[in-house]
């Protein structure tokens, strides 16, 4: 090799290993393919349908209302306790050998005598105060559900409204309001038994059948007994939050997309209860699972429900469909979403 061309070599740049520019190429082209991915997937109207109503959820506090509602769902079950409560003293009361007997075997399960001591105190106090007990457990209740009614309903509305913040006929004087969350707590109230009752009369109406029968021992029996009994307390769930769905908004939703979002919201809160049913019963077989879980699990059961009802809500209010009405957005409507 002649000393010209040990200088040109030596000279003359090292290819790099990567060529920058194509690297750079390749990196924008994977951006590309990921945004046309993005924009076709947002194109399917299911997918945009649930990113609207994600959007609409956060937007107008969707958590926030979620934890309040939580709060008072938990707050109302210490007069609800206290009405249980009162409702066992009258029994007791009444039965003078089953107040003994009560009695007995609390002595007789509890080996440290200073705490069946208080446990017998305590049975002794709810027969003797249980009209003062039970009084003031129902006008707590009474209180506390018309509170929960309250944010309930006014969650809901704030999702299923066309804006965020309330129109001056939305607002109610105080009496009416009370009376209003009164009587939709006892539509609710009615709702709620009459879909517990369906289920529980459903479920022992169809175990009742396949014993008479003598259909128990059949394995793939069992397949279609389960699918029955979810699809009957999934009807159930469907009324309660068809009554919540069509009595609370101000504004009626339309049918289509009331059916459709109630649908959805008791099928997710059949999976609600499907996965407590699980996690419960593993989250109490710790030690502190057995001190803080049905605390724990309660408020998780209060939270996801009250999620999943505002969400539903704000799915159906912003349903769109080929045969709506077009309207002309406003200037305050695209503010607001």
């Not at 050998?97 to 001591?117: H, W």
């Not at 009164?182 to 396949?210: K, P």
Request: aromatic share 10%.
């Amino acid at each position: 090799m002649t000393d010209n061309q040990e200088k040109q070599q030596e000279t003359q740049p090292e290819k790099p290993l990567i060529d920058i520019k194509t690297g750079h190429k390749s990196v924008d082209d994977s951006i590309a393919r990921v945004s046309r991915f993005a924009a076709w997937l947002q194109a399917i109207p299911a997918v945009a349908h649930f990113i609207r109503a994600i959007d609409r959820f956060n937007d107008r506090l969707g958590s926030q209302f979620g934890a309040a509602i939580t709060y008072f769902s938990f707050l109302s079950l210490i007069p609800i306790l206290m009405v249980s409560f009162a409702a066992v003293g009258f029994v007791l009361a009444s039965n003078q050998g089953l107040l003994t007997d009560v009695i007995n075997k609390i002595v007789s399960s509890i080996s440290d005598p200073t705490l069946a001591t208080t446990l017998k105190n305590t049975v002794n106090t709810a027969v003797q105060q249980r009209a003062t007990v039970g009084i003031t457990g129902l006008l707590l209740a009474l209180y506390s559900g018309l509170n929960w009614m309250g944010n309930l309903r006014e969650a809901i509305r704030a999702q299923s409204r066309d804006v965020w913040e309330r129109k001056p006929d939305d607002k109610e004087k105080i009496w009416k309001r009370y009376i209003r969350d009164f009587l939709s707590l006892t539509g609710l109230m009615l709702a709620l038994v009459i879909a517990l009752s369906l289920t529980s009369v459903a479920g022992s109406a169809q175990a009742s059948i396949v014993n008479a029968l003598g259909l128990g021992g059949i394995e793939w029996l069992r397949p279609a007994l389960t699918i029955i009994a979810t699809s009957i307390s999934v009807l159930a769930n469907y009324l309660l939050f068809l009554w919540i769905f069509w009595i609370l908004p101000r504004h009626k939703p339309r049918k289509k997309a009331l059916f459709r979002g109630t649908l959805l919201a008791a099928i997710g809160f059949e999976i609600i209860k499907f996965v407590m049913t699980l996690t419960l019963p593993k989250l109490a077989s710790s030690p502190s699972g057995a001190a803080f879980g049905s605390v724990l699990g309660l408020m998780a059961f209060f939270y996801f429900f009250a999620r999943l009802t505002l969400f539903c809500a704000a799915w159906i209010a912003t349903a769109r469909y080929k045969d709506d009405p077009v309207e002309q957005p406003t200037d305050r409507t695209l503010r607001n979403g």
